[in-house]
Nanobody
Framework: QVQLVESGGGLVQAGGSLRLSCAAS??????????VGWFRQAPGKEREFVAA????????GYADSVKGRFTISRDNAKDTGYLQMNSLKPEDTAIYYC??????????????????WGQGTQVTVSS
């Protein structure tokens, strides 16, 4: 239904910032019909919820571990979602994935709800 491509990852020192982008290529439905989520997976750990945003951008949610440091946003005119990451910590090191779903009335933190996934972008935070 939708192809997602993440970009913006890289190596940054602790305390630094990165901005991830999630560009969507759509065939039938418009980007504004999808809720967008960001998840991450560190080596040896399960993929975990980071942040999500509703179709219109009017509602957002965050994992406790990133609340106050990360900001999720979207630009439906550009078919792109964003994750601004500030005050990065070494424990934020992971592959970050963008995901999208048309299911539900608002965003979800549940990995199983999302049926469209990007390939991921590596974020490495050095101490």
């Amino acid at each position: 239904q939708v192809q997602l491509v993440e970009s913006g990852g890289g190596l940054v020192q602790a305390g630094g910032s990165l901005r991830l982008s999630c560009a969507a290529s759509l065939r039938i439905f418009t980007f504004s019909t999808y809720h967008v989520g960001w998840f991450r997976q560190a080596p040896g750990k399960e993929r975990e919820f980071v942040a999500a945003i509703s179709r219109s951008g009017g509602a957002t949610g965050y994992a406790d571990s990133v609340k106050g440091r990360f900001t999720i946003s979207r630009d439906n005119a550009k078919d792109t979602g964003y994750l601004q990451m500030n005050s990065l910590k070494p424990e934020d090191t992971a592959i970050y994935y963008c995901a999208a779903t048309q299911y539900g009335s608002t965003w979800s933190s549940s990995r199983g709800v999302y049926d469209n996934w990007g390939q991921g972008t590596q974020v490495t935070v050095s101490s």
